[in-house]
């Protein structure tokens, strides 16, 4: 039974930064072969921000937030980390981890992830 399970959120203040934690359990964490990040926004829809292939490091960002968040991972503690910089009142969002068994390039289609985590609230204000 995979559980992801998401830590680091807080209410902070525009132009500081925040590190939000994803741990996967049972490891090892490249089982899953990609990793993304996804906010949902109060009244919109549900938008990937940051993925990354597992194994190969490949990592990819939405337009909104390149630049400024950073997606990485410690496979030693099956956990992946999503820096983010900068931030700003639309980056107010619930933020949840997915994995993926097997992305085939559908990394920002969250229908196609297979383990979800429950979330931790950002609040940019």
């Known amino acids: 039974h995979v559980q992801l399970v998401e830590s680091g959120g807080t209410s902070i203040q525009p132009g500081e930064s925040l590190k939000l934690s994803c741990k996967a359990s049972?490891?090892?964490?490249?089982?899953?072969?990609?990793i993304g990040w996804f906010r949902r926004a109060p009244g919109k829809e549900l938008e990937g921000v940051a993925a990354?292939?597992?194994?190969?490091?490949?990592?990819f960002y939405a337009d909104s937030v390149k630049g400024r968040f950073t997606i990485s991972l410690d496979s030693a503690k099956n956990t992946v980390y999503l820096q983010m910089n900068s931030l700003k009142y639309e980056d107010t969002a619930h933020y949840h981890c997915?994995?993926?068994?097997?992305?085939?390039?559908?990394?920002?289609?969250?229908?196609?992830?297979?383990?979800w985590g429950q979330g931790t609230q950002v609040t940019v204000s």
């Open positions: 997915a994995a993926h068994d097997y992305c085939a390039g559908s990394y920002w289609t969250a229908q196609q992830y297979d383990y």
């Open positions: 990354s292939y597992t194994r190969a490091g490949t990592t």
């Open positions: 049972p490891g090892p964490i490249t089982r899953h072969h990609c």
